[in-house]
Structure formats: C-alpha cells, structure tokens
C-alpha cells in the first residue's frame, strides 16, 4: 500500500462549536448525509469534537470493506454503543481469531439446506400469527411486522416446541429492549452509564432476555434425542422422509452452536443469540412495514404480486419449495431494502494512518459508509425515490456496479442474507394470501433515522374480502414525504 498522502480532506459544511454536524445528524439525518456525496469521495464531518470520515464513492466503500478491510476494523460510536448489549456477538466481536471461529461454527445454520428444513414450521407460524388479526381494525404495522418476524425467527432458531410462555416472553420483551438499545445509541456514552430509572430498566430487560436464552437452551438439552426404547420408531423414522422433515422441524438453528465440537460458552452462546434475534427482528420488520407501505401506494405491483402467487400456489397453502418461484415477490422485497435501507450508517475504525482515495484517514478515526447513501445515487439508481422493482430484473440488476449494500460486503458481510430473504417472502406471501385487500389508515410515515430507517407511525387494516381493483391511474397521488425516504423525522429520531 503506497503511503498515506497529505491532500486536505474536505469538511462537510454547517458545522457547529463544539457539537459539529450533531445537529444536522439528529433533525434531518437521510438528506445530510446523501447532501455529502456533492463534497467528495470522502468527506470529514464532526460529531460532537470528535471527527469522522464519510465515504460516499462505493469503489472506496468496497476498499473499507473487502480490499483494505483488515486496515478498518469493526468499531466505532454505533458499534461500541451496540457492543454493550450484544457483547461478543458476530456483529460486534472485535477481527481477529474469535470473530473467525464464531463464523465458522455458525455458517452451517445459514446454509439453504439447513434453513429449507425449518421453512414450513416457519410458515406454519407466519400463518398463524397473521391470520389472527382482527379484520378491518387499525393496526399499527410496524408493531406487528417486528412481532411477526420475531415468531417465525423463534421457530427457526430454537425449533417448534420451544414453550409457548418463553415464546411469549421473548415476544414481549424484545420491543422493549430495541427501545432501550436505540436510545443508547442515541446517547453519548457517559449518559449511558449514571444510574437513570431508564438505564436500570434496560439493564434488567437485558439481564431476563439472558436468563430467556438460558432456559430455551436448557430445553433443547433436556430433549431426547432418542432412546433406546425408542429405537424401532428410529428405524423406521429413518427410511421415511416425511418423518425425518418433522424431526427438523423440531430442531431449531441454534443446535447447530450447542452440538459443535468446540462449544461456546453460556455466555457466548448469549451474546449470539441476542445478536441474531435482534438483527432478525428489526431490519426485517423495518423492510416489511415499508414494503406493505409502497403495495398500498402501487395498485400495479400489488396486482402482479397476486398473480404471481396464484399462479404459484393456485388453492394449496405456501410450501418453503415455492420461494423459488417467486421471483417477483423477492424483487418488490429487494426495491424496498434498496429505498428504505434497512441500515442506513454504519462505522469502522482506521487501525493506522490510511490513505482512503487520496485523502489522510489518521489512525483511530471513524469511518463512515452508508448503505442509505450509496442506494440512493442517482449515478447508480436512476430516480433513486421512485419505488420500481424492476430495477431487479436480470437485464438491469448489473448497473448497479455494487451499490447495493443493505447486507454489507467482505468478511463481515451479514451472515444471515439467505435467511432474510426466505424469511422475508415466507412472511409476504402469507400477508398476501391470508388477507385479500389491506389499505393504510394513517398519514404516510415519515421515515426515522435511528439504527434503521424505520417508519414514525403507519397504521393499515386488513380485509378478507378483496375491494375492487384499482386502475393504475387511481394510485394515490405522490406527497413529497411519500416520495422522498429521506424527508426529515422528528427530532426525537436521532
């Protein structure tokens, strides 16, 4: 690598004494930091007294990422806020020998394979769960795509007999600890650590969701695994398939980590699992509040939605097998990961003086890169508000020239992109196929910058009857919030 250069790197402008661009990063996030891609490939902004550099050219991005990635470790503010509830998890673990050996032991349970054996317990759940709503009653969406996900993300990890009263307190914690969580992101760090009634609470939603995992994994070591009384059933379960799927059933993702030849600990088995449930749950829920959101705002795409589906499944239920062929479906999905982020600033940490584009990055400093950014370059996305899935299609996916980069790149890409996407349209599919016509009852949302680009308030009701078809031209008028994700939130968003 040639030696870092002195060419002055420029600085974001509206920079504040002694806040920096906090400001700006608070009241209008998604336009501040998309207004940076017109300063540089890389651009120096202020938080607080402390800088960072921002990278907005995604040839640099794919460097931090893939190229020069041993030079940017996993670390900064986001990241050491998250660290504090997630520990060592894979998200959050420091490079080095234990992230590397943590990957590898859970690789196996991102697999196709091994996900395709939990697929129908999944939709069995999804069906469950969605088909219990209440027709034609406002429902906060939001809400119930983070509820949603979680369930079908409970079955997978830790299989279909986990207790239902742990399965229900997992539901009704979860919520409330992503709120603790993006608040301590929020905060500065110091805050984080006095002795506040709302810090004390978190610490102990946390310390039960610990105690929550210790008690499914106890569950899952107390299973028999088959004895010998027993052994006839085996035998027979073994020349039949159908009996075998249903034992796979049972199982859940997380076995893969307790029967490895080199265990974790309680403790990192923790850390894991409280990493895997929170990822699963609020990008994936983000993603599908938005998605239902632009179904409503496009009668088109709706309407190709549901021909797909029944030209797919005709009058049979959703099998796992069916994904596959549901190639519309995963590109409405994929267009409203692209608009709507799911994360939309993510940092690493300089480990010596760098030489990023031609600019000084100094040893220990933030660098920036936005998922949000990068999918929202008019170079790359033409008209980069407009909600178009056909972006998606073979014949143009190539433009994108490595832009899309919801589920980062490189070695610490997320390890479960193949698990998101079947989670996803399991859990589209069967919203789809279970209610006939959904329509939004509130205002359209105004996004919120926080850990992902999440919806401020979007309530919808669901109806079995199907309303009458809307011709194109009756799709609602565009607002400027609908039009444009990157409409300021309110303050409190941060």
Same mark, same amino acid.
């Given at each position: 690598?040639?030696?870092?250069?002195?060419?002055?790197?420029?600085?974001?402008?509206?920079?504040?004494?002694?806040?920096?661009?906090?400001?700006?990063?608070?009241?209008?996030?998604?336009?501040?930091?998309?207004?940076?891609?017109?300063?540089?490939?890389?651009?120096?902004?202020?938080?607080?007294? /402390?800088?960072?550099?921002?990278?907005?050219? +995604?040839?640099? !991005? $794919?460097?931090? %990422?893939?190229?020069?990635? @041993? &030079?940017?470790?996993?670390?900064?503010?986001?990241?050491?806020?998250?660290?504090?509830?997630?520990?060592?998890?894979?998200?959050?673990?420091?490079?080095?020998?234990?992230?590397?050996?943590?990957?590898?032991?859970?690789?196996?349970?991102?697999?196709?394979?091994?996900?395709?054996?939990?697929?129908?317990?999944?939709?069995?759940?999804?069906?469950?769960?969605?088909?219990?709503?209440?027709?034609?009653?406002?429902?906060?969406?939001?809400?119930?795509?983070?509820?949603?996900?979680?369930?079908?993300?409970?079955?997978?990890?830790?299989?279909?007999?986990?207790?239902?009263?742990?399965?229900?307190?997992?539901?009704?914690?979860?919520?409330?600890?992503?709120?603790? /969580?993006?608040?301590?992101?929020?905060?500065? +760090?110091?805050? !984080? $650590?006095?002795? %506040?009634?709302?810090?004390? @609470? &978190?610490?102990?939603?946390?310390?039960?969701?610990?105690?929550?995992?210790?008690?499914?994994?106890?569950?899952?070591?107390?299973?028999?695994?088959?004895?010998?009384?027993?052994?006839?059933?085996?035998?027979?379960?073994?020349?039949?398939?159908?009996?075998?799927?249903?034992?796979?059933?049972?199982?859940?993702?997380?076995?893969?980590?307790?029967?490895?030849?080199?265990?974790?600990?309680?403790?990192?088995?923790?850390?894991?699992?409280?990493?895997?449930?929170?990822?699963?749950?609020?990008?994936?829920?983000?993603?599908?509040?938005?998605?239902?959101?632009?179904?409503?705002?496009?009668?088109?795409?709706?309407?190709?939605?549901?021909?797909?589906?029944?030209?797919?499944?005709?009058?049979?239920?959703?099998?796992?097998?069916?994904?596959?062929?549901?190639?519309?479906?995963?590109?409405?999905?994929?267009?409203?990961?692209?608009?709507?982020?799911?994360?939309?600033?993510?940092?690493?940490?300089?480990?010596?003086?760098?030489?990023?584009?031609?600019?000084?990055?100094?040893?220990?400093?933030?660098?920036?890169?936005?998922?949000?950014?990068?999918?929202?370059?008019?170079?790359?996305?033409?008209?980069?508000?407009?909600?178009?899935?056909?972006?998606?299609?073979?014949?143009?996916?190539?433009?994108?020239?490595?832009?899309?980069?919801?589920?980062?790149?490189?070695?610490?890409?997320?390890?479960?992109?193949?698990?998101?996407?079947?989670?996803?349209?399991?859990?589209?599919?069967?919203?789809?196929?279970?209610?006939?016509?959904?329509?939004?009852?509130?205002?359209?949302?105004?996004?919120?910058?926080?850990?992902?680009?999440?919806?401020?308030?979007?309530?919808?009701?669901?109806?079995?009857?199907?309303?009458?078809?809307?011709?194109?031209?009756?799709?609602?008028?565009?607002?400027?919030?609908?039009?444009?994700?990157?409409?300021?939130?309110?303050?409190?968003?941060?």
């Amino acid at each position: 690598m040639n030696a870092p250069t002195t060419s002055p790197t420029p600085t974001a402008p509206g920079g504040l004494p002694l806040i920096g661009h906090g400001l700006r990063l608070a009241r209008d996030p998604l336009p501040f930091i998309t207004s940076l891609r017109d300063h540089g490939p890389v651009v120096r902004i202020r938080i607080g007294p /402390t800088p960072a550099y921002v990278v907005t050219d +995604p040839a640099l !991005t $794919r460097k931090v %990422l893939v190229t020069d990635a @041993a &030079h940017y470790a996993k670390g900064g503010r986001i990241i050491d806020a998250l660290r504090v509830f997630f520990g060592d998890g894979l998200a959050t673990i420091a490079d080095g020998d234990a992230h590397l050996r943590n990957r590898r032991l859970m690789q196996p349970m991102f697999n196709k394979a091994h996900i395709a054996d939990r697929g129908d317990a999944m939709i069995e759940q999804v069906t469950a769960t969605v088909g219990a709503w209440p027709e034609a009653q406002p429902r906060a969406v939001y809400e119930d795509m983070n509820e949603v996900t979680l369930a079908a993300f409970l079955v997978a990890l830790f299989g279909a007999d986990l207790p239902g009263h742990l399965a229900g307190e997992f539901t009704a914690l979860m919520p409330e600890i992503m709120k603790g /969580t993006i608040r301590q992101t929020i905060l500065p +760090p110091w805050a !984080t $650590r006095l002795p %506040l009634p709302a810090n004390r @609470a &978190h610490a102990r939603r946390v310390a039960r969701l610990r105690a929550l995992i210790d008690q499914a994994v106890d569950h899952r070591a107390s299973r028999p695994a088959g004895p010998p009384a027993e052994a006839g059933a085996a035998a027979a379960e073994a020349g039949c398939p159908h009996a075998a799927a249903a034992r796979e059933q049972r199982t859940g993702l997380f076995d893969t980590l307790l029967t490895a030849e080199e265990p974790l600990s309680r403790q990192q088995l923790q850390d894991e699992a409280i990493t895997l449930l929170t990822g699963a749950i609020e990008t994936t829920g983000t993603t599908l509040a938005w998605t239902l959101y632009e179904i409503t705002r496009h009668p088109k795409v709706e309407r190709r939605l549901r021909e797909e589906l029944a030209t797919v499944c005709a009058d049979r239920p959703l099998t796992y097998d069916d994904l596959d062929h549901l190639p519309y479906t995963r590109r409405v999905l994929q267009e409203a990961i692209r608009k709507y982020g799911p994360a939309w600033l993510v940092t690493r940490t300089a480990t010596r003086d760098l030489d990023l584009g031609g600019h000084l990055v100094p040893e220990g400093a933030d660098v920036v890169w936005s998922p949000y950014l990068h999918q929202h370059d008019p170079d790359v996305f033409a008209d980069p508000d407009t909600f178009d899935p056909d972006r998606w299609t073979p014949e143009n996916v190539s433009a994108t020239r490595g832009s899309f980069l919801a589920f980062g790149d490189g070695r610490r890409k997320c390890i479960g992109e193949n698990f998101a996407w079947a989670e996803l349209q399991i859990i589209l599919a069967t919203i789809l196929r279970t209610w006939p016509a959904f329509r939004l009852t509130s205002r359209a949302p105004r996004p919120q910058a926080v850990v992902t680009v999440k919806p401020d308030r979007m309530t919808m009701e669901f109806h079995r009857q199907a309303s009458p078809a809307r011709h194109a031209s009756d799709a609602p008028a565009r607002t400027a919030t609908a039009r444009d994700p990157g409409t300021r939130p309110s303050p409190s968003a941060g």
